[in-house]
């Protein structure tokens, strides 16, 4: 089955920068849309940015301008590059393919994900 492995989380203060990795155990970022989701405290799971195999990006609002998700297909990751963070972006980030057209999830196995705080 497909391992989800994210990494890059921290602790950072307002303003920051942090880049996120995801590794996927099977070389699917050629064929399948992938995202980024993330969760807070109490909150819902929450698309935050995908990328479809032919590169086209798309973001929640409250990220756009700020984060920039890419792929390296032969290096089997996704990346997540958040700039000028807030604290409102604090969560346990997770990556997996998406369904196309919409922002599904499509792997039932999730990654144990990668925390990120913005606190000062």
């Known amino acids: 089955q497909v391992r989800l492995v994210e990494s890059g989380g921290d602790l950072v203060q307002p303003g920051g920068s942090l880049r996120l990795s995801c590794v996927v155990s099977r070389n699917v970022l050629g064929i399948y849309t992938m995202g980024w989701y993330r969760q807070a405290p109490g909150n819902q799971r929450e698309w935050v940015a995908i990328i479809t195999a032919g590169g086209s990006t798309n973001y929640v609002d409250s990220v756009k301008g700020r984060f920039t998700i890419s792929r390296a297909n032969a290096k089997k990751t996704v990346y997540l590059q958040m700039n000028t963070l807030k604290p409102e972006d604090t969560a346990v980030y997770y990556c997996?393919?998406?369904?196309?057209?919409?922002?599904?999830?499509?792997?039932?196995?999730w990654g144990q994900g990668t925390q990120v705080i913005v606190s000062s």
């Open positions: 997996n393919a998406v369904v196309d057209s919409t922002t599904t999830p499509l792997f039932d196995s």
